[in-house]
C-alpha cells in the first residue's frame, strides 16, 4: 500500500531523444508527487513535483503527466542532452499525516552523445 | 547547492562503535527528515523532526536516534553499528510540516569496516 513502483530500471536513449519513466502507487492518500534527479556522489535534488488537481506541469525540458484514475505518474525529459544522464527518483507522500516522502527504487538514465 | 549542509562528508568505523551525523536546514527551514539510501534498499525514510519535536518514524532501527536542537540543526547517532549500517545517510528539510518541498543535503557516506 506504501509503495511506489518505478520503471524502467536503467534507460539508454540518444541525444535529443526523449526518456519517459514511469511510476505507480497504491495510496489514494497520496496528495503530493515530486521527482528527483541524483548525479553519483550528490544528494537527491528536486526536479519538479505535481498535486492530484492536475494531469500535467511542465518546467523547461521536464514534463510530468499525472494519471489519477491510473494511480499512474511518469516524467518525460523533452531534448534529452548528455549532461541529463543521471539516476531519477519519484515519490509520493501523504501530506495529510505525515510529510515523509515514498521513493521508488530509480531510473538510471544514460543519454548517449 | 541546496542550502543543506552535512557533516562529516565520510565516515569509516568499526562494527560496535558508535557515530553521530550532523546535518543544518536551509535557513527559515523547521522540518528536518532523515534518509538512508543503500544499493539494495534505495532511499529510505527514517525519522523527522519539525521544530524540534519527532513528528514522523519510518524504518528506524531501535539503535538509532535522532533529535532537532533549538537552533535547529539536527543529529543522527548510530549505534552498535553492523557491517549493513554501511549506505549513504541524508537529510532532508522543509518548511513546514507535511506535504511541501524537500531539499536534500550532500549526504553522510558511512562504512562500517
Known amino acids: 500500500q506504501q509503495q511506489v513502483k518505478q520503471s524502467p530500471q536503467s534507460l539508454i536513449v540518444q541525444k535529443g531523444g526523449i526518456p519517459i519513466i514511469n511510476c505507480a502507487y497504491e495510496?489514494?492518500?497520496?496528495?503530493?508527487f515530486p521527482w528527483y534527479q541524483q548525479f553519483p556522489g550528490k544528494g537527491p535534488a528536486l526536479l519538479i513535483a505535481?498535486?492530484?488537481?492536475?494531469s500535467e506541469k511542465k518546467e523547461g525540458r521536464f514534463t510530468i503527466s499525472f494519471n489519477k484514475s491510473a494511480k499512474q505518474f511518469s516524467l518525460h525529459i523533452m531534448d534529452s542532452q548528455p549532461g541529463d544522464s543521471a539516476t531519477y527518483f519519484c515519490?509520493?507522500?501523504?501530506?495529510?499525516?505525515?510529510?515523509?516522502?515514498?521513493f521508488g527504487k530509480g531510473t538510471k538514465l544514460s543519454v548517449k552523445p | 547547492d541546496s542550502g543543506v549542509t552535512q557533516t562529516p562528508k565520510h565516515l569509516i568505523t568499526a562494527t560496535g562503535q558508535r557515530v553521530t551525523l550532523r546535518c543544518s536546514p536551509r535557513?527559515?527551514?523547521?522540518?528536518v527528515y532523515w534518509y538512508q539510501q543503500s544499493l539494495d534498499q534505495g532511499l529510505q525514510f527514517l525519522i523527522q523532526?519539525?521544530?524540534?519535536?519527532?513528528?514522523a518514524k519510518g524504518n528506524i532501527l531501535e539503535r538509532f536516534s535522532a533529535q532537532q536542537f533549538p537552533d535547529l540543526h539536527s543529529e543522527l547517532n548510530l549505534s552498535s553499528l553492523e557491517l549493513g549500517d554501511s549506505a549513504l545517510y541524508f537529510c532532508?528539510?522543509?518548511?513546514?510540516?507535511?506535504?511541501?518541498?524537500?531539499?536534500f543535503g550532500p549526504g553522510t557516506r558511512l562504512t562500517v569496516l
Open positions: 532532508a528539510s522543509s518548511v513546514g510540516n507535511t506535504n511541501n518541498e524537500q531539499f
Open positions: 495510496n489514494t492518500a497520496f496528495d503530493y
Open positions: 505535481i498535486r492530484p488537481d492536475v
Open positions: 515519490a509520493a507522500s501523504n501530506g495529510g499525516s505525515q510529510g515523509n516522502l515514498i
Open positions: 535557513s527559515g527551514d523547521l522540518s
Open positions: 523532526y519539525y521544530n524540534g519535536e519527532e513528528r
